[in-house]
């Protein structure tokens, strides 16, 4: 079954410690989003990008950074410059940035930095 | 500047009972609108989707939801709610900024089932 597969499902780490979460899909869709979520505020879009080594910054970038090397792969590191990391943290996919299609989910990766 | 609305932090109902959670948005034009469901600990699962045509749109899990232009509104509806029922729903919205689909989503309302 295609889907999105994001890893590890919790992660722990000490403050100052940059951080990174994998994210892959094998939908062979074009466009790949991080969204990080915090009790009561929905989702925040990070980073997305549309195509292979090309990515945007969205709404909560500073502190985050990716890369888009492969299609299939969109990871995102979680630096020691993000004043508040601990967080769920969600990767999703759709066909392109430019058609509307659904956004497909993984299963989120929850960030606990202490 | 767009924005999308969830009233209701917190829902309670009966198993059995109908159901209606509330979605407003902020858009000059008509947007496109989808109503996710989360399981806790989980991703978020689509339900349904409106893009253009019948104004009731019908999802998985017997929801539905209706968007009504005039009220700026797209309310999901269930007529029957089962336990398994009980998770948080997202509403989003979608328009298009600088060339691009952005997606928008409200806080979010957690339902919770009572037996």
């Known amino acids: 079954d295609g889907g999105i597969t994001q890893s590890p499902k919790y992660l722990f780490r000490k403050e100052g410690q940059n951080v990174t979460l994998s994210c892959e899909q094998n939908l062979n869709h074009d466009a790949m989003y991080w969204y990080r979520q915090d009790p009561g505020q929905g989702l925040r879009l990070i980073y997305y990008s549309q195509i292979v080594n090309d990515f945007q910054k969205g709404d909560i970038a500073e502190g985050y950074s990716v890369s888009r090397e492969k299609k299939e792969s969109f990871p995102l590191t979680v630096t020691s410059a993000q004043k508040n990391p601990t967080a769920f943290y969600l990767c999703?996919?759709?066909?392109?940035?430019?058609?509307?299609?659904?956004?497909?989910f993984g299963n989120g990766t929850r960030l606990t930095v202490t | 500047a767009q924005s999308v609305t969830q009233p209701d932090i917190h829902i309670t109902v009966s198993e059995g009972a109908s159901l209606e959670l509330r979605c407003n948005y902020s858009y000059g034009a008509t947007p496109y609108l989808f109503w996710y469901v989360q399981s806790p600990g989980q991703g978020l699962q689509l339900l349904l989707k409106y893009f253009s045509g019948d104004t009731l749109v019908q999802g998985i899990k017997g929801f539905e939801a209706e968007f009504k232009r005039s009220q700026s509104s797209f309310n999901l509806r269930k007529p029957s709610v089962h336990w398994s029922d009980a998770a948080e729903y997202f509403c989003?919205?979608?328009?298009?900024?600088?060339?691009?689909?952005?997606?928008?989503f409200g806080a979010g309302t957690r339902l919770a089932v009572h037996p």
């Open positions: 999703a996919s759709s066909i392109s940035r430019t058609e509307y299609s659904p956004l497909h």
């Open positions: 989003a919205v979608g328009f298009r900024s600088g060339g691009y689909n952005k997606l928008i």
